[in-house]
């Protein structure tokens, strides 16, 4: 356990423009950033024990996180695709 907060712009970044832009553009991947950012909080309050929760529950929330980052990188991948073919 590191206590470290995956913020989505560490985990990204070199995508911080482009999920600025999602968010502003795609109310889908803006509700998947606001849900990644409240999961990772919640995660995070566990750790420092601020909030501790139990070890079953802190698993699903780090899974619930890995699933939202996997689809929020899709997107990401996604859109750059998008732009590079169209311009």
Known sequence: MTHVPHELSEEF????EIMAR????NGHFARLYDEYHDVN??????????EPIAPDAE????????R???EIWAMIRAA??????GG
Do not use: G
């Open 80 to 85: 750059e695709c998008a732009e590079s073919a």
């Open 68 to 70: 939202l980052k996997d």
């Open 22 to 25: 999602l968010r502003d553009e």
């Open 13 to 16: 970044p070199n995508k911080i």
């Open 41 to 50: 909080r919640a995660i995070h309050r566990a750790e420092t024990l601020v």
């Open 59 to 66: 698993e699903e929330l780090r899974r619930r996180r890995l």
